[in-house]
């Protein structure tokens, strides 16, 4: 099932494009057969929503390579900052909850793409996403929008669905009952690098050889790849201009739950884990189990478990009447884990799950530090380690910008994971949210429970903490050339929030004590081993 969870909220005025002048086109290096695809360039202007989700994110370049003249709407223009690909669109502020704003969104559009989702926001989002469709439908109708393009999932047709999944179904038929025309993709389990229901299938797949395992791992699911969703959406522009139905879309390749996860091990070239279902379904400890096991958060990993007990096949094909099949088929479940894997083992994926998932009880931490001159008046906790090294400070930036994730802390293992795990259980990122790269590093970047707040390549990285905690908190990894090796500062900043910030910051002092000197002296020996390795 998709999980583009981008809940477009906005407090800014979006009265027009960011960008007035012509733009240029960009040109995109990726080979894409969703791109060759594409025999004439869209026409009109075309709308995203949901343009820093998984999809979204991935849907807008392609657009923009096939020549498309595109605009995206987001409550925070300031996400699309450091994106390859942001010069190349206009970006317009709009809560797609507020009519007016929506409406100045889509002046003069003709398609527009909505792929906005609040699955794992705080709230009733059931009542949150059908709103916010009665206002998308009025304000394409207003606006004059020819066509609505809207990914769902597939499901059987019952009424016991989940309430992830019925909130799914209800949005596409609010949709197709308003007067603009509307295509509804009904999509299969997403599998793609970075995907959501990918990293929970390679996580468990990776780590668990025996699965004890609810119900639903015996229900049935017909994945797709990503490359054929984007392929999809892209080519939904071609469809009849009153077209107004939901169309099944999926890989026809039909398999078990259980089967999935062993067919993965396969590709991934590691033993087959024995699955076996137990008589309960168990949706919530099935939740809490994969929320802990996976990077997947658990108020992600709730309601995608509670969408697994349904079987996910597509019930029609109808979509071939329209659309020609991709250039060289649909992709099978296996090739498309092959695919991923292969991304991920060239540390070369475009987004992920993590990136664009926003957790909205993480929002109170988006401030941006203060200056320094800012904390006089108020109470800051401040830990700073300096060390010198023979290392240059080119050799230890790499190790800088290559921190968390599968490298780690480069102090006491142990009780960074005990910390991650007990931010797990308070419903935080955790540690194994892991990198989207295991390289580079760019500002909006997730790093375990950290977001890249700022850098400067080749000298300062600054880290503000996602973690739940009672207070505010960052960490400054910078280096500066001292004679022929090179000096590295590290700064832990904290603002406590009330008496529970003070005695939070009291409690891991200790901690602190040992972490803190040890990976300062770790990063240093680590970039002086890599040097004379390097030399070798």
């Not at 669905?161 to 389990?189: C, D, I, N, Y």
């Not at 830990?383 to 050799?395: F, K, L, V």
Request: with cysteine; net charge negative; hydrophobic share 40%.
């Amino acid at each position: 099932m998709v999980t583009s969870s981008d809940f477009e909220i906005n407090d800014g005025d979006p009265s027009g494009p960011r960008h007035s002048e012509p733009l240029e086109p960009l040109e995109f290096t990726f080979p894409d057969r969703v791109v060759e695809s594409v025999q004439h360039p869209p026409e009109g202007l075309v709308l995203v929503t949901g343009s820093t989700g998984y999809i979204g994110g991935r849907l807008v370049p392609r657009l923009v390579a096939a020549g498309a003249d595109v605009r995206v709407a987001v409550r925070n223009p300031s996400k699309l900052d450091h994106v390859p690909w942001a010069e190349a669109v206009d970006v317009v502020e709009a809560d797609l909850q507020d009519l007016r704003q929506t409406l100045d969104a889509c002046r003069n559009v003709d398609t527009l793409y909505f792929l906005v989702h609040a699955m794992g926001s705080s709230g009733s989002f059931e009542a949150t996403e059908e709103a916010m469709a009665h206002v998308i439908a009025r304000a394409a109708h207003e606006a004059g929008v020819k066509r609505i393009i809207y990914v769902s999932g597939l499901h059987p047709q019952d009424d016991d669905l989940s309430t992830h999944m019925r909130s799914r179904v209800k949005v596409g038929e609010v949709l197709l009952q308003h007067p603009v025309p509307a295509v509804v993709l009904q999509a299969g389990t997403v599998i793609g690098s970075g995907s959501a229901s990918f990293e929970m299938i390679r996580h468990l797949g990776d780590r668990l050889p025996v699965m004890p395992a609810p119900s639903w791992v015996k229900n049935r699911i017909e994945p797709i790849a990503i490359r054929d969703v984007l392929y999809y959406l892209i080519h939904a522009l071609d469809l009849p201009q009153d077209t107004n139905r939901s169309f099944d879309v999926g890989s026809r390749d039909v398999m078990t739950y259980a089967q999935a996860m062993q067919r993965y091990a396969e590709v991934a070239g590691r033993r087959k884990p024995l699955v076996f279902a137990t008589p309960l379904p168990a949706p919530r400890l099935s939740g809490f189990w994969i929320g802990m096991v996976t990077p997947i958060p658990l108020g992600l990993a709730m309601p995608l478990v509670q969408s697994l007990r349904h079987d996910a096949v597509a019930s029609e094909t109808d979509i071939d009447q329209f659309i020609p099949l991709p250039p060289g088929g649909l992709t099978n479940y296996r090739d498309a884990c092959k695919l991923a894997l292969e991304r991920i083992a060239a540390d070369d994926l475009e987004n992920d799950w993590a990136t664009t998932y926003d957790l909205i009880s993480m929002d109170a931490a988006a401030d941006p530090l203060p200056s320094d001159p800012e904390w006089a008046g108020r109470t800051v906790y401040v830990d700073e380690r300096e060390a010198e090294g023979e290392a240059t400070p080119a050799q230890v930036w790499t190790v800088i910008e290559s921190i968390g994730g599968e490298n780690g802390w480069y102090s006491w293992k142990l009780g960074w994971l005990v910390r991650g795990w007990m931010d797990k259980l308070a419903n935080g990122p955790g540690l194994n949210r892991g990198r989207l790269s295991r390289t580079r590093l760019r500002v909006g970047d997730h790093v375990d429970w950290w977001v890249v707040e700022k850098i400067e390549p080749g000298r300062l990285l600054r880290l503000r903490a996602q973690m739940l905690a009672p207070g505010k908190a960052w960490l400054e990894l910078s280096v500066e050339p001292c004679g022929t090796g090179s000096r590295y500062h590290q700064r832990a900043i904290f603002f406590p929030d009330g008496l529970a910030g003070h005695a939070y910051w009291y409690g891991v002092l200790p901690f602190h004590a040992f972490i803190f000197p040890t990976m300062a002296k770790n990063i240093l020996a680590k970039a002086a081993e890599d040097s004379q390795t390097r030399e070798r």
